[in-house]
């Protein structure tokens, strides 16, 4: 094998969105044509060059094509145009499952899809036990597949695929549906695949995940390669990216942001984040910030609730605090004002975070307005110095001797 | 033998072969819609499902007939110096049904009616077939004017099956090398029908797993 497991050059694929189609001979004659559609390009001119023995994440939004990706380096769609190159023999696991026959039983489908897999019986019965016993499925590989739920489904698909001895594993998206002790065992498998040398590819919508298993990273947006990279440069990116559609400038106080609710009694017209007395969108790590929701009250509301919430990208709900919690008592507003939360020491590591602000009925129950990702801020290195997590916890350090040893 | 000495032979002969011949033609219809699952979600040469349909079929259909020279053998006939012509023509058989079945499997993903149609043609070309009568019988058919007969033949003959068929009965039922005609047809038809089925199979294979 070489240094390349994967290569792609110039790989488009076309789809046709029907308007209308005639799938019986029947309707085809009387309508006089078998179907109308438009085309339209899934993937266009996408040049990749995985390496061997690296994991390689394919991100982008719904729709933008991973999924259509994959299943033409595993073979299963043919490009329109462009070549693709495989060096190593393929097991993948496409979106929900595995291709089992429904009406089989488990046992069954694990050999069906053993040897489409390319192995042989013999081979099949000697990992056949290890098989289930990844799947966890004793009880259930007699039964057929169609009564499996759906993590019991991919469960038996990853193990299957990962037990042929692939040199390259492709994955998509389906982890999610598996439980946490389940992923827990997938994410050691990835580990030992990427320590014995094979290529995994995996698509995923789990950022978090991705940025710490992957080496390397591409970004697709509409059928088109965004970039190939660094996870964590490119995961940033593409995050930025998606929240620009969502929110404005950061820090902009117009901002509108993402989805908003409530009955508009009391609307938050804006949200900023100020340090050093300044608006800003960008603050260090300790930094003694102020968080200020503008609100307009056409009519008099008594004792509202304001609160807010900061969410890491990943989707993290890192803190929540409101006015009720913290017992203050907001009187009755009317007209316009703003409200402001005033953090001394900013603990979040570096990284960026968004705001959701809301303000509510005075039993905390009915949102008068409700925005969702109003803001985003980027805190940068400062003190205390804290590279993971969310939240720095600012401990001092203090190592000790507590037994010298004997001479 | 005449066809009437022991209709169950003479039957069996002929059946047998239909049979197996209808089955791979409907099996191969199903053989692309009714693994969906498996086309859409993982990669393997798409051909094998229609294959494996047929091969499937070709074990039952050798089974079947290791039963009918059995039976033969019991109404006192040797079919022992046949077996080996048989199993050529069983073999062209398969190759000829197969070859349709491919394309009726691709048929079938663009207009999923087909087998009703295909389940009316085969009717039709059942009766079309000289299983359940004498192929004398239609050759005896004489209409007064000379070409009238000639179309009634030409249709008639141009019906694959008919030949297909009779070199059964010639060698198992008659005991007699089948004509050159029948042997020429017979091998022709095998070697084009496959072709056919590749070539329509290979042209829209790659585009199954969309169109499912
Ligand atoms: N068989 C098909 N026929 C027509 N269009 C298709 C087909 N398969 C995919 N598409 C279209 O191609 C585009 C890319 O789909 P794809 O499944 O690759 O997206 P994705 O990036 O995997 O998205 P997700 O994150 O939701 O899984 C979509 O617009 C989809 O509608
Ligand atoms: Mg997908």
New interface residues.
Partial sequence: MGDIAVETSGVSKR??LYHERN????A?FMRGR?AKFEEFWALQDIDLQIPAGKTFGLIGHNGSGKSTLL?CL?????PDRGSIGVHGR?S?L?EL??????ELSGRDNVY??GS??GMSRKQIDRQFDEIVDFAGLETFIDTPVKNYSSGMYVRLGFSVAINVDPEILMVDEVLAVGDESFQRKCMEKFADFRAQGRTVIIVSHALGTMRSMCDEVAWLDHGKLQGVGRPSDLVDEYVGASHEDRTQAPGDSTSSGGSRWGSQEITLDGAELLCDGRVTSQVSTGADVTFRLRWTAPEPVAEPVFGMAIYSLEGVHVTGPNSQDVGLSTGTVHGSGHVDVHVPTLMLTPGTYQVTAAVLDSTGTHAFDHRDRMFRFDVTAGHPRDRYGVVSLGGSWDVAVDRAPVT | MDGLQNYTLFLLCALLPWNYFSGVVNGGMGALTG?A????????PRQHLVLAASAALFVTFTIEMAVLLLALVVFGVNPLLWIVPTLVLMVLLAVFATGLGLVFAVANV?????AH?VAIGLQVLFYATPVIYPITLVQDVSPDSLVARFHIDSLYFANPLVHYVEAFRDLLYEQAVPSLTTIAVVVGCAIASLWLGLAVFNRFS??L??EL
Avoid: C, M, W
């Avoid at chain 1, 499952?97 to 429904?102: E, V």
């Avoid at chain 2, 699952?37 to 393997?44: D, H, P, S, V, Y």
């Fill in positions: 789809f046709r799938q019986s001979l029947k085809a078998r299943k595993a073979g299963i769609l043919v393929v993948a496409l499952g595995a291709g089992f026959h429904p069906l899809n489409i897999l | 693994n699952n498996l086309i859409k979600k993982t990669a393997f663009y207009f999923r009616d087909s149609f790659g585009r797993a969309e």
